[in-house]
């Protein structure tokens, strides 16, 4: 199988896909997490860390839909060999830290729905971080499937 033809790397139309959805997905974790924000919204660390961590991850995203969209219109191959091990650190390391910033946030919002939250945090807000927490697990297993795409198309350059 020609690597180059992989769906889900970079090029094609099931990566385009697969960017397109973690960035809608990170854009969704960033607006709910942004709605009504009072000065005490921010008074835990992991609200602070998912809203940095999306912040990085929607653009990212959204630039490699362009490449994979360019490359798709020009039909031409969008891989360059030098780039390549960038692109899959770079998706490596967004990609845990999605992970860990939702497993955070949905942590410390479950404590506080739990310990029957603080005068700062009502329900209805705790239920809008859990709804990012789930928009950011949402794009990390997104973000994880083209990871493993372009390290499996990496991995034949490291052994060559």
Do not use: E
């Not at 999605?98 to 329900?123: E, K, Q, R, V």
């Not at 990390?140 to 198309?153: G, M, Q």
């Amino acid at each position: 199988m020609d690597t180059h033809k992989l769906q889900g790397s970079i090029g094609t139309s099931a990566s385009l896909a697969l960017r397109l959805g973690q960035a809608i997905f990170s854009a969704a974790s960033l607006l709910f997490m942004c709605l009504n924000v009072s000065y005490y919204s921010y008074s835990y660390p992991p609200f602070c860390f998912l809203v940095a961590t999306m912040s990085f991850v929607t653009p990212w995203n959204l630039g490699l839909a362009v490449i994979d969209a360019f490359s798709l219109l020009v039909k031409r191959s969008s891989h360059q060999p030098g780039i390549l091990p960038y692109l899959v650190g770079v998706d490596w390391v967004l990609s845990f830290l999605s992970l860990a910033t939702a497993c955070s946030t949905a942590s410390a919002t479950d404590y506080l729905i739990a310990s029957g939250g603080s005068p700062y945090y009502n329900w209805n807000m705790c239920r809008r971080y859990q709804l990012s927490a789930a928009m950011a697990f949402l794009s990390w297993i997104l973000s994880l499937a083209s990871s493993l795409f372009n390290l499996w198309l990496l991995l034949p350059t490291v052994y060559l």
